[in-house]
Structures are given as C-alpha cells and as structure tokens.
C-alpha cells in the first residue's frame, strides 16, 4: 500500500476514534486492502455544496468523523461571521441510512460550539430545512441526503442565511475553514446540549400554507378535485409533507403508490432512487395505467427533484423529462398570472445555462423577463437576490427536474412543484386538454425543442483524473464543425470567455467561473460538457429545435430531433 494511504490508516488506528471503526479497518487491511485504498487515499471533499460519497471508514467515506470535522469548520466560519450575534442553524435529514445518526453528530457539534440549533424532529424535505432557515432567522444549516444517489450514499449539503446553498464568497471561505481541521481532536463532539431545539409540526404549518398561497386557480381545483393523481415519496421524505399539501389543495383522489410510501434507506423497491428513471418509477406507472390516472409524480429521497408522468398522444404513459416539466411549470404560472390579472410588469423567471432555450421563448411571449445563471439553484437563490425589490420573481427551474415556486423557499422544492403541476394538469383538463397536448400546443407556438443528456462515468481513484483530460482535449482542440453544422459560438465558462471560432471573435462571459464548456452551432444546436461536482461522471447536454406546424406532424418531427442528437452525439464521438 502507499505510504502515504498507510500513514492516514495509522492515524486512525492509533488516534481518537472508537474501536468500532478500528476492528473495521483491521478486517480490511486482512480480507481487502484495495477498499482500504479507496476509503484512506484521498480525503472527502467538502466541495462548494458540502459532502457527499459512500457511507464508511476511512477519510474518503461518509462517516461521524468526516461529518464532524466538516461541522466543524462551517461552526469557526459562522462565528466568524457573527462574532457579536447568537449563532442559529437549522438541520434536517432524509430517509437514508444514517441520515438521522449524521444530522445528531452534526446538531451536537454546532452545540458544542454554543451554537444554537433547531433540529427536526424526524425526516424532512430539503426544501422545508430551506423554509426554516428563512423563518427561523438562521445564519445558516445542514440537511443530511446525498439526493437521488444510490443507498451506498450519504451527504451533507451546507446552507447560507438565506436559505441557499453557498455561494461566493462563502463556499470558498467555509471550505477553507474546514480544510483547516486537521485531527479529530479538532472537534468539539459534545457539551452544550440545552442548545438543541427539536422543531415539528409547527413548522409544517407554516409551509402548508405558504405553499398553499402559491395556488393560483383554487377555483378550477375545485371543480377537478376527483384529477386522479398517483403520487410515489420512493421511500423518501415527501411522504411526511406532499399528500397533506396536496389535500390541503383541495385534491380528494390522490392514490400514493404503496410499495414505495414507507421511508426506507434500502429503497427496497428501486435500484436508483431517482424519478427520472423509468425503472424507479416503472411500479408507479404500472399504478397510474391500472388507474386510468390523470397525472403521475414521484419525488426522490430528501423531495426536492420531482418526476412527472403523463399519457402522450398516442394514450400511452411516458416520463416527461426536466426540461418538458419546465416548460409547462413556467408557462402556465406566466399564462395563468396574467389571465388572473395578478401579472406584474416586473416579473421574471431565471433558469440555467443548460436548461432548453423554449424557456426564453416562453418569457419572451408573455412579456418577462427570462435570466439565465450556472446550474444548480443557489445560483437561482443569487439572482433572486440581486434582483429583489427591482423584479419580481416567479418560478425558477432546470432541465435536473427541478423547480423552485415563488421566493420563500431558496431550493428547489418537489413538494410545492407537485401541487403546483397538479394545479396545473387540473387546469388543462377543465379546458379540456391533457398536459401532454398542452406541450404540443407550445411547441407549435414557441418552436419544438428537443434535449437529451448522456453521462459518462469514471470509476475509481483516477476517474477524476479522465474526466479532467476529457474537459482539457476539448479545450486544446474544440470542434470547429459539429454534425454538418459549424460551430459559432465556443462558450467557456472557466476562463468566462466566448469565442467564434469561424471569425475569432472575442467576448467575457459574466457569470461566476464554472467548468463548463458550451458549443453552440449555426443551425441552432447547443451541446454542453458538464463535470459533475459530486460524482466521477460527466454530463453531455444536447439541445436541437424545429418548426412544427401541427399537432398532427408531432410523431415526425420528435423523430427527426432525435436523429439529430444521435448523429451529433456520434460526430463527437461520446459513445
């Protein structure tokens, strides 16, 4: 083994950690000295969203002393931030193994520090820990999920007084912070108790009924409150809000699919436990079918990505992907405010860099303004504050099936984006349509946009290492002409620079850096290579448009998009 790896398993052999993790590593070193390399070789990343990797020993894993010395470092960077101010944080947790056991050791460690935290009494939402923030008067919080990851995961997503993930300067700051502890010795683990507070009910409260001042249409939800809905929590944390929300709405035939309604961190029925996939949501579709259902939704684990269901032209049931579910999220809060006469001239919507360009077209036809910021919401959260008291902001989304509605939640929100998407699905139906038809009448309108996204992933201690390679050959030699079509715009977030590869033109892109690199073509294609920022994998996004003239033409043109991407991902040679 590497000395070095050798070393930090001596460390912890011989340091302040329980003979439990010990007698671990001691079976590893005799039955599998390789996983002992993967779980010592590097320390666990505490990125610019927190933790996040497989639950273990080691410095590489997910374990009470990787969580502590991170709590530790966010507790030195919120007092140095509020030297003369009481400290307060919120911290929730998902389903998954050890979320509760991570969110104590991290609601301990902030109390040692005298730091006063409000802990949920059991599982909740990403986005109510978001609400509680705001509520609360918090600097800051934790909720303990690693999202839609496979149950070997876990992970700790650290939050700003707003209720948004970091964001500069703080992310870099925090991480900082921590990187400064060293040792387990670091951490104060205990002490300081009467400084937790369990909160509840009360809080759910007061989400209801923020989440219920969003509805617009309570009067068409009134006359289609039999919409057959089938709802899946996939073990998760939305079984805990999203059916009272839902009744609360005023919805009375909500079926939630009962295999998957009870939290389990084994999610015993799926492999993934992502509502983007098929397979997860394959017992929920078979639910919606056998129901002759209006509208299906599944909500992954912490319930802030939501996966929507819907039968298409043809009478089938398909999953409508992150983009589709934006698109018709945005259109009808736009169409619907204004019909309602609440439209503000003001008003805005903001999506990401990699999100379809319909959303444009969408803003642009109802008269607001649409921005566009890098992926992930905390950079949504960071507009919504720039613009405060200057626009009025709507909805937010991005193509990773995400939605944040109105600005009392600074996350994405799959419990509101449920009774909102049924809201919606409830609406059409009163016009006589379903959503499925709803999109094809925007496409005439707006143009049919096509997206797909692919993901490569690099295993093991130098997948990191490929993906970066794969990012630099881009850069050194970007592709001049992408399927027939040449390359007009070279867009590169990293060094914030835009370049026309066809004239040499020069442009700065003001936007924070990103490792990101667009190319977008003459014939209006976008293509995007995205590394992840927790996971050794990264994401090719496709985005290609047509006309379409009728409903009728639907089937032909969807076809013709598809060969589209399949070719530009050949051309670029991806798979």
Not at 91 to 114: K, L, P, Q, Y
Not at 147 to 176: R, T
Not at 305 to 321: A, C, P, S, T
Not at 412 to 433: F, I, R, T
């Given at each position: 083994m590497?000395?070095?790896i ?5 460390q ?8 439990e993790t ?6 590893m070193?005799a039955?599998?000295?390789?996983e ?7 320390s ?9 990797g497989?639950?273990?020993v ?11 010395m991170?709590?530790?470092?966010y507790?030195?960077y919120l ?14 947790h998902?389903?998954r193994?050890?979320s ?14 005298g730091i ?6 059991s599982?909740?939402?990403t986005?109510e820990?978001?609400?509680a923030i ?10 303990c999920?690693a999202?839609h ?7 700790y997503k650290?939050?700003?007084n707003d ?8 992310d ?6 921590v ?9 104060k ?7 937790i507070?369990?909160i509840?009910s009360?809080?759910d409260e007061?989400?209801?009924q923020m989440?219920k ?6 009067e068409?939800?009134e006359k289609?409150k039999?919409?057959?809905i089938?709802y899946?929590?996939?073990?998760g944390?939305?079984?805990?809000l999203?059916p009272?929300?839902?009744k ?12 998957q309604?009870?939290p389990?961190g084994?999610?015993p029925t799926?492999?993934?436990?992502n ?6 949501m394959?017992?929920a579709?078979?639910?919606a ?6 509208i299906?939704?599944?909500t ?11 039968k298409?032209?043809h009478g089938?049931?398909?999953l409508?992907?992150?983009?589709q579910?934006?698109?018709l999220a ?5 169409e ?8 503000e001239?003001?008003?805005m919507?903001?999506?990401t860099?990699?999100?379809t ?5 969408i ?6 303004a ?7 919401f905390?950079w949504?959260?960071?507009?919504i504050r720039?613009?405060?008291e ?8 991005e193509?990773?099936?995400g939605?944040?509605?109105g600005?009392?939640?600074?996350d994405?929100?799959a ?21 499925f ?9 707006y143009?049919f946009?096509?997206e797909n ?11 990191q290492?490929q993906?970066?390679?794969?990012m630099?050959?881009?850069r ?7 399927n027939g ?8 977030y990293?060094?914030s ?5 066809q ?13 990101v690199l667009?190319f977008?073509t ?6 995007s290579a ?5 996971e050794?994998k990264?994401?090719?996004?496709f985005?290609?448009k ?6 009728e033409?639907?089937d032909?043109v ?13 051309d670029?040679?991806l798979k």
């Amino acid at each position: 083994m590497d000395n070095v790896i050798q070393e930090k398993v001596n460390q912890w052999l011989t340091g302040n950690y329980d003979q439990e993790t010990k007698d671990v590593i001691i079976k590893m070193q005799a039955e599998n000295p390789s996983e002992l390399a993967e779980s010592f070789y590097q320390s666990l990343e505490f990125g610019t969203g927190g933790l996040r990797g497989i639950m273990g020993v080691g410095t590489n894993r997910m374990n009470k002393y990787t969580v502590g010395m991170a709590t530790q470092g966010y507790a030195n960077y919120l007092k140095i931030c509020y030297p003369n101010d009481v400290v307060k944080v919120a911290i929730a947790h998902d389903s998954r193994n050890n979320s509760r056991f991570f969110a104590e050791t991290t609601a301990n460690v902030f109390a040692a520090n005298g730091i006063k935290v409000f802990l949920f009494e059991s599982l909740r939402p990403t986005p109510e820990l978001s609400f509680a923030i705001r509520t609360l008067g918090c600097s800051g919080g934790v909720v303990c999920t690693a999202s839609h990851n496979p149950k070997e995961y876990n992970g700790y997503k650290a939050y700003w007084n707003d209720g948004s993930q970091l964001v500069p300067p703080h992310d870099k700051n925090v991480i900082n912070e921590v990187e400064k502890i060293q040792s387990v010795d670091d951490v104060k683990w205990n002490g300081g108790e009467e400084n937790i507070e369990l909160i509840g009910s009360e809080l759910d409260e007061k989400y209801y009924q923020m989440v219920k001042n969003l509805s617009v249409y309570p009067e068409v939800i009134e006359k289609q409150k039999d919409l057959k809905i089938v709802y899946t929590p996939i073990h998760g944390s939305g079984i805990m809000l999203v059916p009272e929300v839902l009744k609360r709405f005023g919805f009375e035939n909500v079926h939630i699919v009962e295999e998957q309604k009870t939290p389990d961190g084994n999610f015993p029925t799926v492999g993934y436990p992502n509502p983007e996939e098929k397979e997860t949501m394959s017992i929920a579709l078979d639910n919606a079918k056998e129901l002759d259902a209006d509208i299906l939704l599944g909500t992954d684990p912490d319930a802030d990505r939501v996966g929507i269901g819907v039968k298409d032209n043809h009478g089938e049931w398909i999953l409508m992907n992150g983009n589709q579910t934006a698109v018709l999220a945005f259109n009808y809060l736009l169409e619907a405010r204004k019909e309602k006469g609440i439209s503000e001239p003001n008003d805005m919507i903001i999506t990401t860099i990699v999100t379809t360009g319909m959303a444009d077209e969408i803003a642009k036809g109802n008269g607001v303004a649409c921005y566009r910021v890098l992926t992930g919401f905390k950079w949504i959260a960071e507009m919504i504050r720039e613009k405060e008291e200057k626009e009025n902001y709507i909805v937010g989304g991005e193509e990773s099936f995400g939605l944040m509605i109105g600005d009392k939640v600074r996350d994405k929100d799959a419990v509101s984006a449920v009774a909102l998407l049924c809201e919606m699905a409830a609406y059409e139906k009163n016009n006589g349509k379903t959503l499925f038809e709803k999109l094809i009448d925007l496409y005439i309108k707006y143009g049919f946009f096509k997206e797909n996204l692919i993901s490569i992933t690099k295993k093991g201690m130098d997948g990191q290492q490929q993906i970066a390679a794969m990012m630099q050959q881009f850069r050194d030699n970007p592709p001049k002409v992408i399927n027939g079509s040449n390359v007009v715009q070279l867009l590169d977030y990293d060094t914030s620079k835009g370049i026309n590869p066809q004239t040499g033109e020069e442009w700065a892109i003001n936007l924070p850096k990103s490792n990101v690199l667009q190319f977008v073509t003459e014939d209006g294609s976008l293509i995007s290579a995205r590394p992840s920022g927790t996971e050794p994998k990264i994401k090719f996004y496709f985005s290609v448009k047509e006309n379409l003239e009728i409903a009728e033409d639907y089937d032909e043109v969807n076809r013709k998009l598809d060969a589209k991407i399949e070719s530009i991902i050949a051309d670029m040679n991806l798979k």
